[in-house]
């Protein structure tokens, strides 16, 4: 059974930063592709920003790019989410997501991915 357990959400200003972390338990990490999605009240998750199981291929959503940096370390179990000048329409549940890694790319929808950690709620205020 694959778990994940996210970590490093809070209350921050807008401007300020946030990084998430989510730790694998079980599996060969280096094996999965590794996303992170956000689900704001009301709306829909979507994906943030996935890497592939190498860590040389990453994908963002458009609201994002260039704020955030997604990133891992096979050797830690451990991908992260670096979150820089926070807005607060980036408000919501972030969950880590992972999926082993069928090919070298990334995956960005939801279908594909099988294990969900139990998410972590980042709040920015204006």
């Known amino acids: 059974q694959v778990q994940l357990v996210e970590s490093g959400g809070g209350l921050v200003q807008a401007g300020g930063s946030l990084r998430l972390s989510c730790a694998i338990s079980?599996?060969?990490?280096?094996?999965?592709?590794m996303g992170w999605f956000r689900q704001a009240p009301g709306k829909e998750r979507e994906c943030v920003a996935a890497?592939?199981?190498?860590?040389?291929?990453?994908y963002y959503a458009d609201s994002v790019k260039g704020r955030f940096t997604i990133s891992r370390d096979n050797a830690k179990n451990t991908v992260y989410l670096q979150m820089n000048s926070l807005k607060p329409e980036d408000t919501g549940v972030y969950y880590c997501?992972?999926?082993?890694?069928?090919?070298?790319?990334?995956?960005?929808?939801?279908?594909?991915?099988?294990?969900w950690g139990q998410g972590t709620q980042v709040t920015v205020s204006s």
């Open positions: 890497i592939n199981w190498r860590g040389s291929t990453t």
């Open positions: 079980s599996g060969t990490f280096s094996s999965y592709a």
């Open positions: 997501a992972a999926a082993r890694a069928a090919y070298t790319g990334y995956y960005s929808t939801l279908a594909e991915y099988p294990y």
